[in-house]
T-cell receptor, first 114, second 116 residues
Framework: KAGVTQTPRYLIKTRGQQVTLSCSPISGHRSVSWYQQTPGQGLQFLFEYFSETQRNKGNFPGRFSGRQFSNSRSEMNVSTLELGDSALYLC?????????????FGPGTRLLVL | AQTVTQSQPEMSVQEAETVTLSCTYDTSESDYYLFWYKQPPSRQMILVIRQEAYKQQNATENRFSVNFQKAAKSFSLKISDSQLGDAAMYFCAYRLLTGTASKLTFGTGTRLQVTL
């Protein structure tokens, strides 16, 4: 079974631009979560989607948004990029029901904001 | 709020030796899950081992085992017969499955170096 995939793997943007990152979960997984990883703040939870609904949200400004499609694929969008948004963005998926507690991660998207 | 603490920023172990990474957490809940994830230089986050809080038996996965002390809120990872491929950042994580608390909360990580 294929793992979690994320596209693109690398991105370079300039301040003020917006960016969209994509995540395809493991087949059969309906929950998708997003995390931001930076050297200064470590791993921080952004949001979680299940069945196209945002189920949980971290403490990030409204510039960070996401959505989930009927096939469970998810996108996150960051508008009006700031230098501090440079980070590794990780997506994770999990089952509902048995083994639902375990999140499996994708390879991440490395975003650099200049 | 739940917190996870990893007090060892870096550890070093010789190949074939055993090393233990420490993790403590703070929670008022009784039913939760604990994980160790490994992040090699590729940055891919890989699940190493998981522990259900309601299970008294410590989890094991081949060369990896945990020492789960629920009362002390301690969850250490033991790596036996260390291999060069074990070199990575190791993150301890905590998760509830209820409502808005269903996110993973991570520690700051321990960088493990494996030497010949």
């Amino acid at each position: 079974k294929a793992g979690v995939t994320q596209t693109p793997r690398y991105l370079i943007k300039t301040r003020g631009q917006q960016v969209t990152l994509s995540c395809s979960p493991i087949s059969g997984h309906r929950s998708v979560s997003w995390y931001q990883q930076t050297p200064g703040q470590g791993l921080q939870f952004l949001f979680e989607y299940f069945s196209e609904t945002q189920r949980n949200k971290g403490n990030f400004p409204g510039r960070f948004s996401g959505r989930q499609f009927s096939n469970s694929r998810s996108e996150m969008n960051v508008s009006t990029l700031e230098l501090g948004d440079s980070a590794l963005y990780l997506c994770a998926s999990s089952l509902e029901g048995q083994d639902q507690e375990t999140q499996y991660f994708g390879p991440g998207t490395r975003l650099l904001v200049l | 709020a739940q917190t996870v603490t990893q007090s060892q920023p870096e550890m070093s172990v010789q190949e074939a030796e055993t090393v233990t990474l420490s993790c403590t957490y703070d929670t008022s809940e009784s039913d939760y899950y604990l994980f160790w994830y490994k992040q090699p230089p590729s940055r891919q986050m890989i699940l190493v081992i998981r522990q259900e809080a309601y299970k008294q038996q410590n989890a094991t996965e081949n060369r990896f085992s945990v020492n789960f002390q629920k009362a002390a809120k301690s969850f250490s990872l033991k790596i036996s017969d260390s291999q060069l491929g074990d070199a990575a950042m190791y993150f301890c994580a905590y998760r509830l499955l209820t409502g808005t608390a269903s996110k993973l909360t991570f520690g700051t990580g321990t960088r493990l170096q494996v030497t010949l």
